[in-house]
Nanobody
Framework: VRLVESGGGSVQAGGSLRLACTVV????????VRWHRQTPGSQRELVAT??????????TTYADSVKGRFIASRGTTNTMYLQMNRLSAEDTGIYYC??????????????WGQGTQVTVSS
């Protein structure tokens, strides 16, 4: 099992980016997906969560700093997304996804993506 992130990049303030987090595994069940960011000089911050097993859209929560701007969602396969809108320079950092994953015959384990850089210029 591994998590592969994509979608980072550079954007001007006010712009948008969409991050993707794909769970690479056969017959995987994914739970409790979290999006974190590491900003320069700060501790890693949890910015959004999605529980894809709840309801048809998943259950989401957001940090106050991104509420109303970021949207966590599930894709049609093993991919989760973080849509980031109205970005500002304070959103610059490395974004990581993590998820609890189980495959047939194994228990739940937490896995992390490799991180993707988001740079917002003012």
């Amino acid at each position: 099992v591994r998590l592969v992130e994509s979608g980072g990049g550079s954007v001007q303030a006010g712009g948008s980016l969409r991050l993707a987090c794909t769970v690479v595994a056969n017959n995987a069940v994914i739970n409790n997906v979290r999006w974190h960011r590491q900003t320069p000089g700060s501790q890693r911050e949890l910015v959004a969560t999605i529980n894809p097993l709840v309801g048809s859209q998943g259950l989401t929560t957001y940090a106050d700093s991104v509420k109303g701007r970021f949207i966590a969602s599930r894709g049609t396969t093993n991919t989760m997304y973080l849509q980031m809108n109205r970005l500002s320079a304070e959103d610059t950092g490395i974004y990581y996804c993590s998820a609890y994953v189980t495959v047939v015959g194994e228990g739940w384990s937490e896995f992390w993506g490799q991180g993707t850089q988001v740079t917002v210029s003012s």
